[in-house]
C-alpha cells in the first residue's frame, strides 16, 4: 500500500496483521499508517490528515493548489484542512471555516477546496507577497481570474483576512513563471512603476521569445535569470541569439539576478525609463 490508510480498517478487513501493520508500516497520525520507506508527497500527506478527520474534512490552502496542478508548492508544505473540530498535530493546520458545497471538489477521491476557493483561501491567509506567488502559480495551472473569485468575495464579506484577500488577488498575474518573477514584478509595483505586461511576445517575424515582463509603450522589458542560464552551456548560448533578437526590435531588456539589489534593479529600469524619454510621476530613482 503506497497510499495512507487506516490500520484500523486493513485489520478489520483482513488485509494485514497487527503483527505486519508494526513491523511494515510507520504511523503517520494517530490510526493512519503508511508503508515504511514510501515518498511523502503533498498528495500523501493530504490523505493522510484526510483519513485522520474520519474522512471528513477538505483539503485547502497551498496543498490544494498543488493538487489542482500549481508549481513551487514545497513537499513538506503543512497541509491545510477545513474541518470541524479535529486536533491540529504536526505538519497539520486545521481551520473551522464555512464552506459550501459548490466550493468543494474531488481530486481522485479526496475533497479539495475548487479552484476559485483555494485562490480565495491562499490570499486570506498568506502574507500578501507569499500569497501573490502562490496565486500566479495556481493562475498559471488553472488560468482562474480574480472575476472567478469575486462570487466568493462577496459571499464571505466582513470575513478575516477578505480585505487583503482583495489586494493580492488584484495583482495575481498567471503568466509569473517563477516566484522571483513574481518579486520582481512586485518591486516594480511597489516603487510605484506602472504594472507590467507578463510574457510579452518580442518577434523579427522569423522567431519568436518572450521576456518575462515589461511596458510595450516604451519597449522596457525585464527578465529574470536563474542560474540555469549561466550554468548551461546550451542555455547560454541560445540567451546570445535571443539577445541579440530582442535588440533587434527596438528593446531595452534588463537581466535581473538573485544577486541584484533592490536600489540596483530600480536605477536600471530608472535609467532605461529616462532612456526612453518617459518617466512615471511615482518612479522611484533609488
Known sequence: ?????????????GILTRARLRWNYESLHPGVYLAKGAEQTI??????????TGRRGVVAGRAASALHGANWVDAG????????????RE???VRE???AADEIMQIGGLPVTSIPRTALDLARHLPRDEAVAALDALAAATGVTINEVLPLLARYRGARGIRAARVALDLMDGGAQSPRETSLRLLLIDAGYPRPRSQIRVTDG???VFLDMGYDEIKVGLDYEGEHHSEDRDQYVHDIGRSQLVAGQGWLDIKVVKEHSRAYILHRVDS????RGWRPRFASSA
Do not use: C, K, N
Open 43 to 52: 498528495l500523501v500527506d493530504a490523505v493522510a490528515a484526510w483519513l485522520r
Open 1 to 13: 500500500m503506497d497510499m495512507p490508510f487506516i490500520g484500523a480498517e486493513a485489520i478489520r478487513d
Open 206 to 208: 522569423a522567431t519568436s
Open 91 to 93: 505538519g497539520v493546520i
Open 77 to 88: 508544505t503543512p497541509i491545510e484542512i477545513i474541518a470541524d473540530h479535529t486536533r491540529p
Open 272 to 275: 532605461a525609463f529616462q532612456q
Open 97 to 99: 471555516e464555512r464552506l
